[in-house]
Structure formats: structure tokens, C-alpha cells
């Protein structure tokens, strides 16, 4: 598990991005940060790999206080998806995939062995791995991100706004992909958005976040779509708008996420029969 303690993020110039922030983020479940522009999300992810530190206050990942682990080995233990895939432009998809194991001195044969088989497990066609990263699309580069994210077998995976810059049906199908991912591969992932629907799509545990990194709500979807802490969440989670409006309905035991006009958005992965809303 992940744990903040206490933690607050001053930037030089004094932005204080998180201020006295605490939370446990359990093993091999999705916690989603969400929040607008601004809230802290980012800052919050890059503390747990340590491209940031923080101010004041730990975090500890299985009880080991990221601080006292060389930031370098502790990067290339945990997966990393940004929104940009981040691939380098000059390599193959396939040695892009392998990049950190390659770095970590995995034989160039098997790095690419795992990075073909990594290619089938985020479901791209392995004939695309000698293709440039310019030469796929970009719900194919965003896979491509993933299936590097996942090249050290991290128990961790962190999420920055991995599928913002994609168009709404790929969108729509990289959130099904990673659902199944997490149904297979069971990883600790953490996932920043500002979509408030992928939030309660992925998330396990979603935490609503305010500016300064401070929680409006912690809870799973079911939880806060039921009951919204306050107006800020309420607005946030759409619930005033009727726009959105999104709902949970139990249906044969399992919960699903409905949209407004009454449409499967998705199946929420931790639902108990009987403890899903009725729509409203
Ligand atoms: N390196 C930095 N130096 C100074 N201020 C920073 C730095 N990085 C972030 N900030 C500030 O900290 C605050 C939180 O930024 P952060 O990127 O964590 O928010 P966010 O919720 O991820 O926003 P977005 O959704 O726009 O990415 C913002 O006010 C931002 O301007």
C-alpha cells in the first residue's frame, strides 16, 4: 500500500500545490485523483515516484519511506503513463517498450521477447513494433505508453491523464482495455484525471480533490455518487446538473455506472449485491 503522511508541497515562489494531505491507498486497487486544473494531482503522483519531493510529511510505500530509496531505482520500480505517451521518437515501438529494461540490463533478446508479449498484452498487433511512434495513431501510442509502463512488471502503476488527449471513442476503449488489465494483472494504480466520469469508471477508491491538494471526498464511485460530502462535490460529480447526472443501479448483483439517458458507462469492479443507488 501507498500512505501519505501529513504531506504538503511548497514550490519554490510559494504555490503550495498539496497542503497537509493524508491518505492510504490500498494494494492492488485503483485510486483515482480528481479534481480541476490545479488541485494538486500531478504534484501528488510525481511525489509517490519522487520526481518531486515533498516539503513536509512521508510517504511510504509498504511501509519504506520513499525518501531513504535512491530516486532513480525507485522510478524504474514503478510504472509511469503520462498523456503525451512520452515515447521517444527515434526508437522502434518495441524498443521503446523495452527502454528501462534494457536500462536495467535485461539481454536485448529477452527485453524484446517481453516487449512483444507486453505489445499482446495491452492489445496491439505485434506487426507495429518496428514502426516510429509517429507512424501510429494516438490511442496506439497511449497503448504503446502503457505497455512501457508496465515493462518492469511494476507493483505500482502511476496514471497522469493517460487517455486525455485521445478522441472519445478511443478514449472510451483504452478505459475498457485498462479495465481489463486491472482485472488481469492486479496492480496498485494510481490514476490522475479531471474527467469525473473515467474517475468513477476506474476508480476503486476515487478522491475528489480541492485547490492545494485539499479532499472534498474519499470514497468508492457508488459512495460519493450516493452521497456527496458537500455543494463542491456535488457540483463537481455533476449531481445538481441533471447533465450528466450519473448513477449506480444494481442490476443481477453487479453495479453499473448509468449515464443520463439511462446508458451502461461502464461495470463498477468492487460491487456488492444490494449497495448500489437507485437512479435519481
Ligand atoms: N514545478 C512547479 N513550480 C511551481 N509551481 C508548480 C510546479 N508544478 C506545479 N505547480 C503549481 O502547483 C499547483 C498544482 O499543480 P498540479 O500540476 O499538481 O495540478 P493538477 O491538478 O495536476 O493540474 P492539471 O490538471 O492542470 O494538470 C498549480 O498551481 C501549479 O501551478
Not at 114 to 121: G, K, M, R
Not at 168 to 180: F, G, T
Not at 241 to 249: D, F, S
Request: net charge neutral; aromatic share 4%; proline share 5%.
Amino acid at each position: 500500500m501507498i500512505e501519505f503522511r501529513h504531506v504538503t508541497k511548497r514550490f519554490p515562489g510559494g504555490t503550495v500545490a498539496v497542503e497537509d494531505f493524508s491518505l492510504v491507498l490500498p494494494s492492488r486497487k485503483t485510486t483515482v485523483f480528481a479534481g480541476s486544473s490545479g488541485s494538486g494531482k500531478t504534484t501528488l503522483l510525481r511525489m509517490i515516484n519522487r520526481m518531486v519531493d515533498p516539503t513536509e510529511g512521508s510517504i511510504e510505500i509498504d511501509g519504506v519511506d520513499v525518501a531513504t530509496v535512491d530516486p532513480v531505482k525507485l522510478r524504474r520500480s514503478i510504472g509511469y503513463v503520462m498523456q503525451s505517451s512520452g515515447l521517444l521518437p527515434h526508437r522502434t515501438v518495441v524498443d521503446n517498450v523495452a527502454t528501462v529494461p534494457l536500462l536495467r540490463r535485461v539481454p536485448r533478446r529477452q527485453a524484446r521477447t517481453d516487449a512483444l508479449a507486453l505489445l499482446d498484452t495491452v492489445g496491439l498487433d505485434r506487426a507495429l513494433a518496428d514502426r516510429y511512434p509517429s507512424q501510429l495513431s494516438g490511442g496506439q501510442q497511449q497503448r504503446v505508453g502503457v505497455a512501457r509502463g508496465l515493462a518492469v512488471d511494476p507493483n505500482i502503476l502511476l496514471m497522469d491523464e493517460p487517455f486525455g488527449a485521445v478522441d472519445p471513442i478511443v478514449r472510451s476503449e483504452l478505459q475498457q482495455e485498462l479495465l481489463r488489465l486491472k482485472r488481469e494483472l492486479h496492480k496498485t494504480i494510481v490514476f490522475v484525471t479531471h474527467d469525473v466520469e473515467e474517475a468513477f469508471l476506474l476508480g476503486d477508491q476515487v478522491v475528489i480533490l480541492r485547490e492545494g491538494g485539499r479532499v472534498a471526498q474519499v470514497g468508492s464511485p457508488a459512495e460519493i455518487l450516493a452521497r456527496p460530502a458537500d455543494d463542491f462535490v456535488a457540483r463537481f460529480v455533476g449531481a445538481d446538473r441533471g447533465r450528466r447526472a450519473l448513477h449506480v443501479v444494481t442490476q443481477d448483483g453487479a453495479e453499473l455506472l448509468m449515464d443520463s439517458e439511462g446508458r451502461v458507462a461502464g461495470v463498477l469492479g468492487h460491487g456488492k449485491p444490494g449497495t448500489g443507488e437507485q437512479p435519481r
